[in-house]
């Protein structure tokens, strides 16, 4: 078991994977030679060849279709786009096609494809290179919306999202790229899709997060039990879509308070639906209303400003002491 960033994590997946199971193919611009533009693909080229690790155009269209049409054939490519802003000139083919081949064909086809891609803020990037855009493929049905928090997690949920029958979106947050190491087994480890978890535990206050946010509602939940004396149980959701409502459900049930943490904007974003879900499974045990600390409902800003987008630390903190006080 060794130290691994996010990058070397899933570099580690797409390898173990790719010797695993011959069908798994690569695609996407700059991803063979030059090993991606964050360099997730690195020496996979060398490795596979350029047979199953494909450069290609400059053509987000194409690079989605062509994996359509490799998946239909049996073939189980990862798809790499650059940057999550430059995904709608591939949307039709995302909505249109990938998310429908199993209702369409009344389950004779289905389309096994994952399309990573890196997504939020946090490096100062330009415009189109820092939104947060997981409420759009979560809305979609036929697609899984995943989202790590780590090294770690991104390396068992690449793996178990290669091995899904169905299409999954598989976004990773630049900002957690090189942020951290931690320790990554040396052996294949798969994570359950649909499935939160834990990250910690405590009996007064539900805090939500996923991706890049979660490193901000554990640090919050530690600013709360050093300053307030308050036991936050943080649950890191993994999974967008599906959602795991159950376990949203059973730790506000104990709890009686949430708060939600999401890059993304506010209104119609992935907090609204779990809050939704919260007041349907946990409505009795609510002891205050479910509060939402978001990005702001403008255009990403620019790199100059992006701090004030950004959800931080003091604004969870305050979220968290405004619904204890309630």
Avoid: W
Avoid at 48 to 61: C, K, M, Q, W
Avoid at 230 to 255: F, G, H, Q, Y
């Amino acid at each position: 078991m060794g130290k691994l960033n996010m990058v070397k994590a899933l570099n580690l997946a797409l390898l173990q994977e790719m010797e695993r199971d011959a069908a798994v193919v690569v695609i996407g611009e700059d991803v063979g030679v030059d090993g991606g533009v964050f360099r997730v693909t690195e020496d996979l080229h060398r490795q596979f060849g350029g047979t199953r690790v494909i450069d290609s155009p400059l053509a987000e269209a194409a690079i989605i279709g062509t994996a359509v049409g490799m998946a239909l054939y049996g073939l189980k490519p990862v798809c790499e786009i650059q940057f999550s802003g430059f995904a709608f000139q591939c949307f039709h083919q995302i909505e249109n096609h990938a998310a429908r081949y199993r209702a369409r064909s009344r389950g004779r086809f289905n389309c096994q494809m994952v399309l990573r891609m890196p997504y939020g803020g946090g490096v100062r990037a330009l415009e189109h290179h820092t939104e947060s855009e997981e409420q759009f493929y979560a809305h979609i049905p036929g697609l899984k919306m995943v989202i790590p928090s780590g090294p770690r997690t991104a390396r068992a949920l690449l793996a178990s999202a290669i091995r899904d029958p169905d299409p999954v979106i598989f976004f990773e947050a630049k900002a957690l790229y090189h942020a951290a190491k931690e320790e990554v087994p040396d052996e294949i480890e798969t994570l359950p899709l649909g499935r939160a978890r834990i990250d910690r535990e405590g009996r007064d206050l539900t805090l939500i997060a996923y991706g890049a946010m979660l490193r901000v509602a554990r640090e919050a939940a530690e600013v709360q039990a050093a300053e307030d004396g308050v036991e936050v149980e943080v649950i890191d959701l993994l999974t967008v879509s599906p959602l795991d409502r159950e376990a949203l459900t059973a730790s506000v049930t104990k709890t009686g308070r949430a708060v939600i943490v999401h890059e993304a904007t506010r209104s119609f974003g992935p907090g609204a639906e779990i809050a939704a879900s919260i007041m349907e499974g946990a409505f009795l045990s609510l002891e205050a209303p479910v509060r939402r600390v978001t990005a702001y409902d403008v255009p990403f800003v620019g790199f100059a400003r992006e701090r004030v987008q950004i959800p931080d630390v003091a604004r969870v903190v305050a979220a968290c002491r405004e619904t204890l006080a309630f």
